[in-house]
Structures are given as C-alpha cells and as structure tokens.
C-alpha cells in the first residue's frame, strides 16, 4: 500500500497545525487517532495483554 504523504502532510501540519518536529515524530498510530481514524480505538484483547505482561513484567521492590 503506498502512502500519501502529501495528504497526509497537509492534514497534520495544516489541519492539526502540528509543528513539523511534531508531525514527523508521530508513530503512524499517533496519527491516525489525532485524524479521528476510529480503528486506532480497537481495545486489546486478552490474549494481547496477557502477552505484553509476560514481555514486560511490573517491576518490584528496588529495581531501576
């Protein structure tokens, strides 16, 4: 799928007003949701989470 980066340039810098450090600091996600896109608002499913808490433990007691 081809991107179309005018557009979407124009939506974020003009329509958004980002800043262009802004716009290009947007993970692809990031902007789609500030553009209203409803799919970025999916929620996660179980499965998702119990493996993201498996890759990414909450830390305890004294660890940095």
């Known amino acids: ?3 179309d980066w005018q557009t979407l340039m ?3 810098l ?3 007003n980002l800043s ?3 716009f290009w600091a947007l993970t ?6 500030l ?5 970025g608002g999916r929620p996660m499913g179980r499965r998702r989470l119990d ?5 990414f433990p909450d830390r305890t007691g ?3």
């Open 1 to 3: 799928m081809r991107t």
């Open 10 to 12: 124009r939506a974020g």
């Open 14 to 16: 003009r329509g958004l």
């Open 20 to 22: 262009p450090e802004t």
């Open 28 to 33: 692809p996600a990031e902007l789609r949701l």
């Open 35 to 39: 553009l209203g896109d409803g799919a």
């Open 51 to 55: 493996e993201l808490m498996a890759a």
């Open 62 to 64: 004294g660890e940095t």
